[in-house]
């Protein structure tokens, strides 16, 4: 077990290098001079001086992704040529909207997915089956940021349940602001949640054709129980693939969301950052979020081999 | 099983035929709109702006007096033309990638291979989108490459996976005692053996294109003015959606049943193409 | 009164007949053999029995087990029974445990199940189980996973699971099919010891006569969802009433006529020969560590031989078959046909492969189901330099499909349109068309019911007579080989152990293993002579 984690360890960081990388020199291929790129055409030498020293332009290509590199090590992503402030500084503040929300929004997938696919599947056939794989059909196909907008229409505008939109502040209490935070996690929630509970479905529905399942019915286990005890545990390891993709969907998602909600998160930063051609900023962003994706990637394979004993021997 | 026999459980099949149904009207809706629309889609008429679904504007005119059901019908074409070159860019590299990969199982390649879709799979395709974005602009053609990246992965996998397992069938080893090369085989036994899945995966990643694009064009990332597209018609509705709700409606629709109907026509296909459920299910 | 008493047991699933009247009984402490080729429902009986049918099935009739009419019990009564009162064991070991749990906590499922006892109790009584089943706690504990265990032990951990109790009956369906003989042996030992010692009945279910022929006190004989012939085994093997038993004990033991010829000139030879695979490192730096599947094997084969490899799985003979095919370099030694080497350069040699094909086990995954049956048989002429096209590439099609009993038309269709019979014949007239001088036959008959394979062999008979062939006959059917080949080879971990005449390695084998495999091998009495 000690060994297949260290082993995937090795290769998280040899993804995050690699990442960190392709990310580095792509913005590095920017045509011309990034500094004068991202000042536009009316910027003087001395600005244009002023913002290659700070983005690192001096030195080799290997220097500078060096020191870029370092620099995020130490916690220091380099400064925002529009706002003046440490990057770091706007990402920690943005980070405590952007990560609590797609966490919601994956607890609240989960939990809806679990109960909807474990039940479509032990009523195989079903019209409590159909019903649920008709509404995930449709859920599925719903593009989350109209089903927030449809949302806010009804119960913010006409409804008047929540706000259109905003955030109200950790510092107000930890209710406004997860309610202001709730009709963004379900429109997040929906599409994935409808993903995942076919995902728990059909998984479900393999594993219970196994040889074991049958296995265990002679036994004297209950349909009940042999879904339960034998076919779950087993069924889980698809649907845990699925749980770690959708983490960068929720990630993706969750950036077009706060457009919807005028949430001050890394979205709206980034948006903001490609409007006013701030690179550190949209670089730092890109890299944190496939840092997080990758980190969430580890731990659904460490989650693997809790789950399969044949993945930990084999390393 | 002969021809008629796959055509008529093609036509047993509900989902197959109401996927298939839908599918064919925004096609016929994007091709139409080359030789047809109701009203031109620039021509503004301010004093008709907002007007919901009536007479002349079926699906109601928006914040410029424009025909919303024209839009959408041009719009169609956007999302359509983005979402099938992208699948096509997936499925062009992606399979011969996973082909060779399952060709030559444990082999340095593989592991290049294998490891290159990690990675890719790393950078969701928003975020492909939104670095190009801000190198390059934004353009229709980013929502084209981003999505086309984010699929080359998907296909490279899948195919990878189910060429493995016909590797280790005997016809695969007789083609080999016949003296028939690597290549020769992955085109004349394995490719055509993992069609059936690529078509099945090809419709569902072509809604996911459909529903990327949408989500691109309405942050900006995507289709420029003067391009309709439905995700910017979204965007545009959004101030107004509590005076002019249709606005919002109806290219939502649009996209929601496009999608839909792909999905809904993946899963037919797959149950068609898959013996086992086929006789179960019947 | 009996322990299982069926009668007149009918089975329709989805509105179509599986079972038509089967009527038979099972004692206390009686063996009963359930003997029937594919489709014969003999399995469908077993799971009426237990009641576990697919989705759609209807029984009608009547199924006494102890007492308890099955077929109008209530679900939770019959999960109460099952278990406890009745256990099952199925073919295919390998995936009848649940991958991520401990041997130990399935087998004492059974326990927790039926019992109110504690955990720990449960426990120590699966660690007892086990015992019985010949797994002792030292090489096997409780927290054993499935995949660290062969096919052989797994099997025994399920007939642990289904003995646990003590169920007055065992259902076994197909148990050792899917094992090796000397395995194979060791099971059934095992299971006629747990009939001895707990006095269950033991309904055993077969597609092998051989395997009942020794240890059943009954035989019911099955054939398209009916019971042909039922009876005390002395009985049914000495009167034979009905045809199709005699057909099955004749196709069982059917000896295809050969002819004798002149065999002095060797056409394969195998000299000396060393196949080794890379195992995957286990440190990044260690020492790159290697298997050695094939250690200095040497052998040859006469023009017009028939040549018998037998051995159990894991002892070399697909990677010798691969090796001799040219589909894989030897890492020493050499192997010639005809004085030419099969491998030149590190690239296979084109004018050897061609006068030497093979026809594999699986009937089902041997021909690709998107091509038709013409180019299929014609795929084989890839190896030529010239080779026929239009009409002539027609008529070879033509004339191979005909050599082996097919029709000419026949090449127009897909393969899914023909029965494992004809299929194998369809992959002997693939591996005919390029006129080879040897074919290798790799388990070619293994997969298919007696009377069809019976029918096999003697098409292969037929064929080495008409054009001469040589044939390499690779099995781990051991009565298959007796019958067609002249010489036979045994090969365990890598080496040839023993090898000589048939009829002289079968009636007096020297070396150890080949005593033991000959030994477990089980054997059809003679006719009449039970």
């Known amino acids: 077990m000690l060994r297949f984690a260290f082993k995937r360890l090795v290769s998280l960081g040899l993804s995050l290098v690699v990442a960190s990388v392709v990310i580095f020199l792509f913005v590095e291929v920017v045509p011309g001079d990034p500094a004068a790129y991202m000042l536009g055409l009316n910027a003087t030498e001395e600005t244009l001086a002023a913002l290659r020293e700070q983005l690192g332009l001096s030195g080799t290509l290997a220097e500078r992704y060096l020191s870029w590199v370092g620099g995020m090590l130490r916690g220091d992503f380099g400064t925002s040529y529009t706002y003046r402030t440490p990057v770091s500084e706007m990402i920690a503040d943005r980070m405590w909207i952007s990560l609590p929300l797609a966490i919601y929004a994956l607890t609240l997938s989960t939990l809806i997915a679990f109960p909807a696919g474990i039940w479509a599947a032990s009523k195989r056939g079903s019209a409590a089956d159909v019903s649920v794989m008709g509404l995930t059909q449709l859920g599925v196909a719903i593009p989350n940021f109209w089903f927030a907008m449809l949302m806010v229409l009804v119960f913010a505008i006409n409804l008047r349940w929540f706000s259109a939109g905003g955030f109200a502040g950790w510092e107000a209490g930890v209710y406004p602001a997860m309610k202001s935070l709730t009709l963004p996690a379900i429109a997040l929630a929906l599409p994935q949640a409808s993903i995942l509970a076919r995902v728990m479905r059909s998984s479900l529905l393999d594993t219970l054709s196994e040889d074991f399942i049958r296995t265990a019915r002679a036994k004297g286990l209950t349909k009940r129980q042999a879904l339960w005890r034998h076919a779950l545990r087993n069924a889980l390891i698809p649907v845990l693939t699925i749980i770690g993709l959708q983490f960068s969907f929720l990630l993706a998602g969750a950036i077009i969301i706060e457009n919807v909600f005028f949430l001050p998160g890394l979205g709206r930063l980034v948006f903001q950052a490609i409007s006013a051609r701030d690179l550190i900023v949209v670089e730092s962003v890109v890299m944190l979020l496939v840092f997080a994706v990758i980190v969430v990637n580890f731990a659904v394979d460490i989650a693997y081999a809790a789950v399969d004993p044949r993945l930990r021997v084999r390393g | ?282 | 009164m009996s322990l299982l008493e069926i009668e007149g047991l009918d089975l329709d699933i989805h509105g179509e007949a599986i079972l038509k009247g089967v009527s038979l009984a099972v004692q206390p402490g009686q063996i009963v053999g359930v003997i029937g080729e594919s489709g014969s429902g003999k399995s469908m009986t077993a799971f009426s029995v237990m009641q576990l049918l697919p989705d759609g099935a209807m029984c009608r009739g009547r199924v006494t087990l102890g007492g308890h009419e099955m077929l109008s019990l209530p679900e939770p009564s019959l999960c109460r029974l099952r278990g406890n009162e009745v256990g099952m064991v199925f073919q295919e070991p390998m995936t009848a445990l649940n991958p991520i749990q401990t041997i130990g906590a399935q087998v004492a499922e059974t326990i927790l199940i039926h019992e109110d006892v504690s955990r720990a109790e449960a426990m120590a009584r699966a660690r007892e189980a086990l015992e019985r089943c010949e797994l002792p706690e030292a090489k096997f504990p409780l927290s054993r996973y499935p995949h660290e265990l062969s096919g052989g032990q797994r099997q025994r951990v399920v007939i642990a699971m289904a003995i646990a109790l003590r169920p007055k009956l065992l259902i076994a369906d197909e148990p050792t099919t899917a094992l090796d003989v000397t395995t194979q042996a060791q099971i059934l030992r095992l299971l006629r010891r747990l009939v001895d010692e707990d006095g269950m009945g033991l309904m055993l279910i077969t597609h092998d006569l051989a395997v009942v022929a020794d240890m059943a006190h009954e035989i019911v004989i099955m054939r398209h969802g009916e019971v042909v012939e039922a009876g005390p085994t002395g009985r049914v093997f000495d009167e034979m009433r009905h045809p199709y038993t005699r057909a099955l004990f004749e196709a069982s033991g059917h000896q295809p006529e050969r002819e004798e010829s002149p065999r002095d000139v060797p056409l394969l030879q195998v000299r000396d020969v060393v196949r080794d695979y890379a195992l995957p490192r286990t440190r990044l730096f260690a020492p790159q560590e290697h298997f050695r599947a094939v250690n200095g094997v040497s052998f040859e084969i006469a023009k017009g031989e028939s040549l018998g490899l037998v051995g159990e799985s894991g002892c070399g003979k697909s990677t010798l078959t691969r090796a001799i095919l040219g589909l894989e370099e030897v890492q020493a030694g050499e192997i010639l046909l005809d004085g030419e080497p099969v491998f030149t350069g590190h690239r296979p040699n084109r004018d050897v492969r061609r006068r030497m094909q093979v026809v594999f086990q699986d009937p089902f995954g041997s021909f690709n189901p998107r091509w038709k049956v013409g180019p299929l048989v014609a795929e084989p002429f890839h190896l030529l330099r010239d080779p026929p096209t239009g009409a002539a590439r027609d008529a070879a099609i033509a004339e191979a499909l005909e050599s082996v009993g097919l029709a000419a038309e026949d090449r127009h269709k897909y393969i899914h349109e023909f029965s494992g019979g004809q299929r194998q014949r369809i992959a002997i007239a693939r591996a005919l068309i390029i006129k080879p001088e040897l074919i290798i036959l790799d388990e070619a008959v293994s997969a298919l019911d007696v009377s069809i394979r019976a029918q096999i062999l003697d098409l292969l008979a037929d064929l080495s007579a008409r054009f001469g062939l040589t044939y390499l006959f690779i099995s781990h059917d051991l009565s298959v080989v007796r019958t067609i080949t002249d010489r036979v080879m045994v090969m365990q971990a890598g080496e040839i152990v023993e090898e000589g005449p048939t009829a002289l390695v079968f009636d007096a084998p020297q070396h150890d293993y080949t005593k033991t495999l000959i030994a477990a091998a089980p054997v059809l009495p003679e006719r009449g002579a039970a």
Not at chain 2, 14 to 39: E, I, K, N, Q, Y
Not at chain 2, 206 to 228: C, D, K, R, T
């Open chain 2, 1 to 282: 099983m002969t021809e008629t026999g796959f055509l008529g459980a093609a036509l047993r099949s509900r989902s197959l035929v109401l996927g298939a149904v839908l599918t064919a009207v925004f096609v016929l809706a994007a091709v139409v709109s080359f030789l047809w629309v109701p009203h031109d889609v620039t021509a503004m008429d301010i004093p008709n702006r907002m007007k919901g679904p009536e007479g002349a504007h079926p699906l109601g005119t928006d914040h410029f007096g424009r025909d919303i059901l024209s839009m959408i019908m041009v719009g169609a074409r956007t999302s359509i033309a983005v979402a099938v070159v992208a699948v096509g860019i997936g499925m062009v590299l992606g399979v011969p990638l996973g082909l060779a990969a399952a060709a030559r199982k444990g082999s340095l390649l593989d592991e290049v291979i294998m490891r290159g879709n990690d990675l890719v799979f790393a950078f969701p395709s928003l975020l492909i989108a939104i670095m190009i974005t801000a190198v390059f602009g934004a353009s229709a053609l980013n929502a084209i490459i981003a999505i086309g990246i984010f699929n080359i992965p998907v296909f490279a996998r899948l195919t990878r996976g189910a060429a493995l397992s016909l590797w280790t069938r005997d016809y695969v080893m007789a083609a080999r005692v016949a003296g028939k090369g690597a290549t020769r085989i992955s085109f004349e036994h394995i490719l055509p053996n993992v069609t059936n899945l690529l078509i099945v995966q090809g419709t569902i990643q072509f809604s996911l294109g459909i529903l990327a694009e949408a989500a691109l064009s309405y942050v900006g990332l995507g289709a420029q003015p003067p391009l309709p597209s439905w995700g910017r018609m979204l965007a545009d509705s959004q101030t107004m959606i509590s005076i002019a709700p249709h606005m919002a409606i109806f290219p939502g629709l649009a996209i929601l049943l496009t999608v839909l109907g792909l999905n809904l026509m993946g899963d037919g296909l797959r149950d068609l193409f898959d013996p086992k459920i086929r006789r179960v299910g019947r």
